[in-house]
């Protein structure tokens, strides 16, 4: 069995009961194959960025996992299915939405996955959760640059 690896991914969505269904996928990810949510972020609300419709709820998870990458990624992929994900046109919305942020300190670049997230440093949406979880793993310029992407964290 490989060693576990710290991934972490972002959770989002912006059609139906969308608090209840990132926080259902938060417990879906404890649910894999050799893997553990080890951190969750608060829940946030953003506005849509790139695209139109209703407001995002947005977190962050650490997940200490043995899974290979492009496993955890089929992975994130059924969750996505499984809780009703349609990709009618490029950032349309979604039921549910997982990004697979950082898997260790690897750096992957393939025809179906590219880590880090190659948009992750462009979204206050992942940033501030993920800073909330692991700070170290989020320069305090990074953020200040999005300041004008509004998010505000859910009591």
């Not at 194959?33 to 951190?39: E, F, I, L, N």
């Not at 200490?64 to 996505?80: G, M, R």
Request: charged share 20%.
């Amino acid at each position: 069995m490989r060693a576990p690896v710290t991934a972490y991914v972002a959770l989002g969505a912006n059609l139906g009961d969308t608090q209840q269904a990132v926080r259902a996928a938060m417990d879906r990810l404890g649910q894999l194959p050799r893997s553990k949510v080890t951190a969750r972020s608060s829940l946030y609300r953003t506005a849509p960025v790139g695209t139109t419709g209703p407001d995002f709820i947005n977190a962050v998870v650490r997940l200490d996992t043995s899974l290979p990458a492009p496993v955890l990624l089929d992975a994130l992929l059924a969750l996505e299915q499984a809780a009703g994900r349609e990709r009618p046109w490029p950032n349309a919305p979604r039921t549910l939405d997982l990004d697979l942020l950082l898997y260790g300190d690897a750096r992957i670049a393939s025809a179906r996955l590219t880590v880090p997230h190659p948009r992750m440093n462009e979204r206050a949406f992942v940033l501030v959760p993920l800073a909330e979880i692991a700070p170290g793993r989020v320069p305090p310029q990074a953020i200040a640059a999005l300041t004008c992407q509004v998010i505000a964290r859910i009591p």
